[in-house]
């Protein structure tokens, strides 16, 4: 726990985060991320989840009762404001600090105006999260969203934003993770949320209310595909770029609709992505050709062939594990069919002793009123 001038500098960074928030433009501001697969994930900072994205968890003053406001980002602000009350009841033991504020909330109000700024140039990447790819690999971690955002800030310290699904495509932001124990090259967090999944390149970050896009730039591409696949090597992950190499087809074909060489040049580039297969054609005549071709090649594996050997021997191992499940609940239900049968057994037993039982109290009842009898008969003509 921090001591009162510690506690009292977070207060403060608090008090600025949310100034942040209802005052800048991107406030009910929807982003637009348009992926390197295709897809467009639209997401807005929605009030409520304010206080989580901060690292304040309001659920336990709210139960407690110790504010008298009852929307999330309002008992934030009130908190903000009694936080001496608040300081003094936590020093007390009346309410545990660890159960309100995030190990890493200085890490997580720093990241804030990352997170909430949304620029492309501070995005790293994209990942999907998939709770099947994640039990094939062995990850036991379950975190819950669908879809995180990297965001780099040029530091060791690395942020993920999660998205999770409202509603068909749109999205919101419930938690960030903050995670800067190791850097990037050795990074257990990072490594739990890509691993054996799918990593995607952001082309372009639109604010849609304001109509700002912002495009990742041609030249900067490669480089980023170059980080990305070396990322997507040392986790096991799967990097999607597809998408993006056909978008920039399109570009090309526009303009250089009356070159034949382009136009050839195309049409192979293609049939490659069609087929996941490397590229391999001579296009010296244009540079943009040149870093597309070596961009694509860099993303593409050695072969589809170890993939689907991959995906067959989890499916295999997959197929094992249930096939192992459901010999063991045979072998349970056996078990449990086997106690049955004794418990009836021994439930017809005691039954058939009761009976006895009641039988021969029968007729101890029978000799008590004969004795009865006799001993009155006796007794009349004694």
Same mark, same amino acid.
């Given at each position: 726990m921090p001591n009162k001038y510690e506690f009292e500098q977070i207060i403060i960074k608090l008090e600025e985060a949310v100034k942040l928030y209802k005052t800048t433009p991107y406030r009910y501001n929807e982003n637009k991320l348009y992926l390197s697969n295709g897809q467009v994930l639209e997401f807005m900072f929605k009030p409520q989840n304010i206080p989580h994205l901060l690292g304040i968890d309001i659920g336990i003053l709210k139960n407690s009762k110790i504010l008298t406001a009852t929307r999330p980002l309002d008992m934030l602000e009130e908190l903000i404001t009694r936080y001496t009350a608040i300081y003094q009841k936590i020093v007390r033991g009346e309410i545990a600090y660890s159960? $309100?504020?995030?190990?890493?909330?200085?890490?997580?109000?720093?990241?804030?105006?990352?997170?909430?700024?949304?620029?492309?140039?501070?995005?790293?990447?994209?990942?999907?999260?998939?709770l099947p790819r994640a039990y094939l690999n062995g990850e036991r971690n379950n975190y819950g969203c669908q879809y995180y955002i990297a965001f780099d800030d040029g530091k060791s310290e690395m942020s993920f934003l999660g998205l999770k699904r409202v509603d068909g495509e749109y999205f919101y932001s419930p938690s960030s993770i903050i995670s800067s124990q190791d850097g990037k090259e050795n990074n257990k967090?990072?490594?739990?949320? $890509?691993?054996?999944?799918?990593?995607?390149?952001?082309n372009c970050v639109g604010k849609k209310n304001i109509n700002s896009y912002n495009y990742l730039k041609n030249a900067?591409?490669? #480089?980023?595909?170059? +980080?990305?696949?070396?990322?997507?090597?040392?986790?096991?992950?799967?990097?999607?770029?597809?998408?993006?190499?056909?978008? +920039?087809?399109?570009?090309l074909m526009l303009s250089y609709e009356k070159d034949l060489n382009v136009q050839n040049f195309i049409s192979k580039l293609?049939?490659?992505?069609?087929?996941?297969?490397?590229?391999?054609?001579?296009?010296?005549?244009d540079q943009t050709c040149?870093?597309?071709?070596?961009?694509?090649?860099?993303?593409?594996?050695?072969?589809?062939?170890?993939?689907?050997?991959?995906?067959? #021997?989890?499916?295999?191992?997959?197929?094992?594990?249930?096939?192992?499940?459901?010999?063991?609940?045979?072998?349970?239900?056996?078990? $449990?069919?086997?106690k049955d049968k004794k418990i009836s057994e021994q439930k017809s037993q005691i039954k058939s002793q009761q009976e006895q039982l009641n039988a021969q109290q029968t007729s101890i009842d029978s000799l008590t009123d004969?004795?009865? #009898?006799?001993?009155?008969?006796?007794?009349k003509y004694q």
């Open positions: 159960d $309100i504020f995030s190990p890493y909330i200085k890490e997580k109000i720093a990241s804030f105006e990352t997170i909430l700024r949304c620029d492309i140039n501070d995005i790293y990447f994209v990942s999907e999260y998939s967090i990072l490594r739990d949320l $890509i691993e054996n999944q799918q990593i995607m390149m952001v900067d591409k490669l #480089e980023i595909v170059q +980080n990305l696949s070396d990322l997507a090597k040392r986790n096991n992950s799967h990097l999607i770029l597809s998408s993006d190499f056909i978008y +920039n087809l399109k570009k293609i049939l490659a992505i069609s087929k996941g297969r490397k590229v391999n054609v001579d296009c010296s005549f040149s870093e597309l071709v070596e961009a694509y090649n860099m993303s593409v594996q050695k072969s589809s062939k170890p993939d689907m050997q991959s995906d067959l #021997e989890e499916l295999k191992k997959l197929k094992e594990e249930l096939l192992a499940a459901q010999q063991k609940l045979q072998e349970q239900e056996q078990i $449990i069919a086997e004969f004795k009865e #009898e006799a001993f009155q008969l006796f007794k």
